[in-house]
């Protein structure tokens, strides 16, 4: 068996908690809590869930951009977890990010010329000729061209500016790309063409990749197997097509139901979840889903659920069998 080309094990990332000089100490806030997983060199990892349940704070923290609180981050069977700056400088080369906001995400003040040829400069990679004729290579690739170079970002289009987004990140050749909901600040018109563009070089350049998304309808597309998460918790993982054929937790339940289908014929089932999320300060005892699960037994408010192996391959967090 092929080794992971990612490993993710008990991550945790806490945000607060510091003590105040008067006045009692700000709870600390898990944004992500115990997060295990792995991909594959080559796999597409879906990561989804509701708004607030920490799946940009996972895909930051696996890049190091954030620092994680407890856990440990395998990158190619080494532990980046603690390295310094300077140690993981070879490592930003191999693990890029395609940012949610395309208006935000690019430098106002510089050319798509010098914006996706930033990266070649830091890393020294070629000359001033190879680089000129990699930065064309790369913005023919995903659908501009020549007369883009010399542009700024205010002069394109949501969709053109997140191309160019995808086109700097793939400018050093990495082994491995997040992609932190890469369509949703796109017109609906556009995220078809950008979802296909991400599907096809991740197939041609065989890149590993972890999707975030709060579309279940893009995460089957383009995924080969999906982590769901709840409250910086991890509820289900598996194969994209046991997920959505026969999910096995309340929540990856609920979440498919209220999927859109494009089918009025297609029966579907009915799922309302009541209650709001609760508060990540102070998240439920035990599984912290059963204040909003028609399932819930006393004895989930008793002790966290642990991942166990599901029918269809992966693995779910939740005591009963004997619901879905």
Known sequence: MRPPLLEVVGLVKAFGGAKRLFGKPQPAIRAVDDVSFRIMPGEVVGLVGESGSGKTTVGRTVLRLTDPTAGNIRFRGQDITRLDRTALRPFRRQMQIIFQDPYASLDPRMTVK??????????????????????????????????????????????????????RALAVEPDFIVADEPVSALDVSIQAQIVNLLAGLQRDLGLAMLFISHDLNVVEHISDRVVVMYLGRVMEEGPVDSIFAQPRHPY????????????????????????????????????????????????????????????????VACIREDIL
Do not use: M
């Open 252 to 315: 990856t339940e609920a979440l498919l139901a209220a999927a859109p289908v494009p089918d009025p014929a297609r029966a579907r089932r009915k799922v309302v979840l009541t209650g709001d999320i609760p508060s990540p300060a102070n998240p439920p005892s035990g599984c912290v889903f059963r204040t909003r699960c028609r399932y819930a037994l006393p004895a989930c408010a008793d002790a966290r659920p642990k991942l166990r192996a599901r029918a269809g391959g992966g693995a």
């Open 114 to 167: 010098n914006i996706v040829g930033e990266a070649l400069d830091i890393h020294g990679i070629g000359d001033a000729d190879s680089r000129q004729s990699r930065i064309l290579a790369l913005l023919e690739r995903v659908g501009l061209g020549a007369a883009h170079l010399d542009r700024y970002p205010h002069e394109f289009s949501g969709g053109q500016r997140q191309r160019i987004v995808i086109a």
